[in-house]
Protein backbone atom coordinates (compact mmCIF):
# COMPACT_ATOMS: atom_id res chain seq x y z
CA UNK A 1 0.00 0.00 0.00
CA UNK A 2 1.72 3.26 -1.26
CA UNK A 3 1.18 6.54 1.24
CA UNK A 4 -1.47 8.98 0.79
CA UNK A 5 -0.60 12.65 -0.13
CA UNK A 6 1.37 14.29 2.95
CA UNK A 7 0.61 17.22 4.42
CA UNK A 8 3.22 20.02 6.56
CA UNK A 9 2.12 22.17 9.13
CA UNK A 10 4.40 24.47 10.86
CA UNK A 11 3.55 24.97 15.09
CA UNK A 12 4.99 28.02 16.66
CA UNK A 13 4.22 27.31 20.46
CA UNK A 14 3.38 24.24 22.26
CA UNK A 15 0.13 25.61 22.30
CA UNK A 16 -0.42 25.21 19.07
CA UNK A 17 0.98 21.98 18.26
CA UNK A 18 -1.22 20.64 20.90
CA UNK A 19 -4.49 21.98 18.97
CA UNK A 20 -3.44 20.43 16.19
CA UNK A 21 -3.57 16.98 18.05
CA UNK A 22 -6.19 18.21 19.41
CA UNK A 23 -7.96 18.14 16.07
CA UNK A 24 -6.82 15.20 15.04
CA UNK A 25 -8.06 13.92 17.73
CA UNK A 26 -11.47 14.87 17.36
CA UNK A 27 -11.18 12.77 14.26
CA UNK A 28 -9.98 9.42 15.46
CA UNK A 29 -11.82 6.38 16.24
CA UNK A 30 -11.42 2.64 18.60
CA UNK A 31 -9.00 1.21 16.30
CA UNK A 32 -6.69 3.76 14.73
CA UNK A 33 -3.10 3.78 14.82
CA UNK A 34 -1.07 7.08 15.02
CA UNK A 35 2.84 6.89 14.40
CA UNK A 36 5.30 9.45 15.90
CA UNK A 37 8.40 9.93 14.96
CA UNK A 38 11.03 12.48 16.14
CA UNK A 39 13.87 13.78 18.07
CA UNK A 40 13.39 14.01 21.62
CA UNK A 41 11.85 17.15 22.61
CA UNK A 42 10.21 17.79 19.07
CA UNK A 43 6.46 17.42 20.37
CA UNK A 44 5.58 14.16 20.59
CA UNK A 45 3.95 14.17 23.93
CA UNK A 46 2.65 17.79 23.71
CA UNK A 47 1.03 16.28 20.43
CA UNK A 48 -0.02 13.44 22.06
CA UNK A 49 -1.49 15.50 25.06
CA UNK A 50 -4.12 17.46 22.65
CA UNK A 51 -4.57 14.17 20.95
CA UNK A 52 -6.48 12.72 24.08
CA UNK A 53 -8.17 15.76 24.24
CA UNK A 54 -9.18 15.96 20.96
CA UNK A 55 -10.39 12.14 21.71
CA UNK A 56 -12.27 13.08 24.62
CA UNK A 57 -9.79 11.28 27.10
CA UNK A 58 -7.85 14.12 28.70
CA UNK A 59 -6.35 14.93 32.14
CA UNK A 60 -2.76 14.80 32.67
CA UNK A 61 -1.06 13.45 29.88
CA UNK A 62 2.70 12.75 30.31
CA UNK A 63 5.15 11.13 28.67
CA UNK A 64 5.36 7.39 29.93
CA UNK A 65 8.81 6.99 28.75
CA UNK A 66 9.18 5.54 32.19
CA UNK A 67 6.10 3.68 32.83
CA UNK A 68 6.25 2.79 28.79
CA UNK A 69 2.68 2.80 27.82
CA UNK A 70 -0.52 4.95 29.74
CA UNK A 71 -3.93 4.52 28.92
CA UNK A 72 -6.54 7.39 28.98
CA UNK A 73 -10.42 7.12 28.91
CA UNK A 74 -12.90 9.28 27.13
CA UNK A 75 -15.20 8.78 24.14
CA UNK A 76 -12.97 6.43 22.95
CA UNK A 77 -9.99 4.97 24.83
CA UNK A 78 -6.02 6.10 24.17
CA UNK A 79 -3.22 4.19 24.63
CA UNK A 80 0.03 6.18 24.95
CA UNK A 81 3.24 3.91 24.25
CA UNK A 82 6.87 5.68 24.18
CA UNK A 83 9.26 2.81 22.93
CA UNK A 84 12.67 5.51 23.37
CA UNK A 85 13.99 3.22 26.24
CA UNK A 86 13.46 -0.04 23.93
CA UNK A 87 16.13 -1.70 22.56
CA UNK A 88 14.82 -5.10 21.18
CA UNK A 89 11.77 -6.72 19.10
CA UNK A 90 11.47 -8.79 21.95
CA UNK A 91 11.07 -6.15 24.20
CA UNK A 92 7.78 -4.72 21.96
CA UNK A 93 5.87 -8.12 22.62
CA UNK A 94 6.77 -7.81 26.26
CA UNK A 95 5.45 -4.52 26.47
CA UNK A 96 2.10 -5.67 25.34
CA UNK A 97 1.96 -3.90 22.02
CA UNK A 98 0.49 -6.31 19.57
CA UNK A 99 -2.23 -6.55 22.08
CA UNK A 100 -2.48 -2.98 21.99
CA UNK A 101 -2.63 -2.46 18.67
CA UNK A 102 -5.28 -5.38 18.22
CA UNK A 103 -7.68 -4.01 20.89
CA UNK A 104 -10.44 -1.68 21.69
CA UNK A 105 -9.06 2.21 21.35
CA UNK A 106 -6.64 4.43 19.73
CA UNK A 107 -2.90 3.72 19.83
CA UNK A 108 -0.82 6.22 19.60
CA UNK A 109 3.32 5.50 19.18
CA UNK A 110 6.00 7.40 20.25
CA UNK A 111 8.95 6.66 18.69
CA UNK A 112 7.35 4.55 16.26
CA UNK A 113 10.24 3.66 13.82
CA UNK A 114 10.64 1.18 16.67
CA UNK A 115 8.22 -0.72 15.77
CA UNK A 116 7.24 -0.09 12.01
CA UNK A 117 7.22 -4.11 11.98
CA UNK A 118 4.24 -4.30 14.49
CA UNK A 119 2.01 -1.42 12.44
CA UNK A 120 -0.87 -2.34 10.83
CA UNK A 121 -1.46 -2.15 7.00
CA UNK A 122 -3.07 1.40 7.50
CA UNK A 123 -2.05 3.94 10.03
CA UNK A 124 -1.38 7.64 10.25
CA UNK A 125 2.87 8.55 10.08
CA UNK A 126 3.55 11.63 11.89
CA UNK A 127 7.12 13.11 11.44
CA UNK A 128 8.20 16.11 14.18
CA UNK A 129 11.23 18.43 12.90
CA UNK A 130 12.79 21.40 14.96
CA UNK A 131 13.50 24.43 12.81
CA UNK A 132 15.91 27.38 13.48
CA UNK A 133 13.23 28.87 15.52
CA UNK A 134 13.05 28.14 19.48
CA UNK A 135 8.95 27.00 19.77
CA UNK A 136 8.69 26.22 15.80
CA UNK A 137 7.98 23.01 14.55
CA UNK A 138 7.59 21.40 11.08
CA UNK A 139 4.51 18.79 11.36
CA UNK A 140 4.29 15.91 9.03
CA UNK A 141 1.17 13.75 8.41
CA UNK A 142 1.83 10.92 5.81
CA UNK A 143 -1.29 9.11 5.96
CA UNK A 144 -1.43 5.15 4.84
CA UNK A 145 -4.94 4.15 3.95
CA UNK A 146 -8.20 5.78 2.91
CA UNK A 147 -9.09 5.87 6.31
CA UNK A 148 -6.08 7.96 7.23
CA UNK A 149 -6.08 9.88 3.99
CA UNK A 150 -9.54 11.68 5.15
CA UNK A 151 -8.55 12.05 8.15
CA UNK A 152 -5.25 14.44 6.45
CA UNK A 153 -7.78 16.06 3.79
CA UNK A 154 -9.82 17.20 6.87
CA UNK A 155 -6.66 18.61 8.77
CA UNK A 156 -5.76 20.52 5.40
CA UNK A 157 -9.54 22.01 5.32
CA UNK A 158 -10.62 20.00 2.17
Do not use: C, N
Not at 24 to 46: F, I, N, W
Not at 108 to 126: D, G, S, T
Request: aromatic fraction near 8%; hydrophobic fraction near 40%.
Amino acid sequence: MTAGQALTVRTTSPQETEALGARLGAQLRSGDVVALSGELGAGKTVFTRGLAEGAGAGGHVASPTFTLIREYHGRVTVFHADLYRLDTPAQLVDIGLEEILDGDGVTVIEWAEKARHLLPAEYLWIEFRFTAQDEERVIEFRPRGPRYEAIVARLRGK
